[in-house]
């Protein structure tokens, strides 16, 4: 898993790719320890748990992190806990029926859970205090467009820069509010097709 990492991180230097590296490395300096703690367990099978969705390098990682720490005999979530699907899909599928407040409720508390479980990731903050502010902006009396501009400039941007199941849905549920209060012409050309 490192080799496979640090390869495609060679060709493609995104975040996504740094991160596997780093996880995948730091999942051999366990299995090459003497003694590591129960935390140390933990937080690796949260950082495998929390990216789990975000390529099938991360699928394949978090597959063999669990196997592995299972069969040492360390203490690990239930297997169908563990690996349940997040809600990402069905938020994605629902965009047009399901209420925006309902959406950005879903997506913080998911962002909520993989940031406790990833914290030292740059991909879920962001994610968390985007989903809040939207969240805000849905149950304002009176919206601005100057303030869902700004909220569509930092999520367009963050969208483009991580590109995982979250930050999708996460650009699909703003993009279809912002249509639906109003604002299509925020959402830029290229995106548009995605809300129609």
Request: with cysteine; aromatic share 12%.
């Amino acid at each position: 898993m490192v080799n496979y990492f640090a390869r495609i991180f060679e060709d493609n230097d995104l975040e996504v790719w740094r991160r596997g590296l780093s996880t995948a490395q730091e999942w051999l300096r366990l299995i090459d320890s003497e003694e590591f703690s129960q935390e140390e367990l933990s937080s690796l099978l949260g950082v495998v748990h929390a990216n789990r969705d975000r390529s099938s390098g991360w699928g394949l990682l978090t597959g063999e992190v669990y196997a592995w720490a299972r069969l040492k005999g360390h203490s690990v979530p239930p297997q169908k806990e563990f690996f349940a699907p997040s809600n990402i899909s069905n938020i994605i599928q629902n965009v047009h029926v399901t209420p925006s407040a309902e959406q950005a409720r879903e997506l913080s508390s998911i962002f909520q859970q993989y940031h406790r479980e990833d914290p030292s990731s740059e991909v879920w903050k962001p994610g968390v205090e985007i989903t809040q502010v939207w969240l805000s902006l849905i149950e304002a009396k009176e919206v601005k467009k100057s303030a869902v501009a700004k909220l569509m400039d930092e999520l367009l941007l963050n969208y483009r820069k991580y590109g995982s199941f979250e930050w999708i849905g996460t650009a699909l549920g703003i993009g279809y509010w912002c249509k639906t209060i109003g604002f299509a012409d925020l959402i830029p050309v290229d995106f548009r097709h995605l809300v129609d």
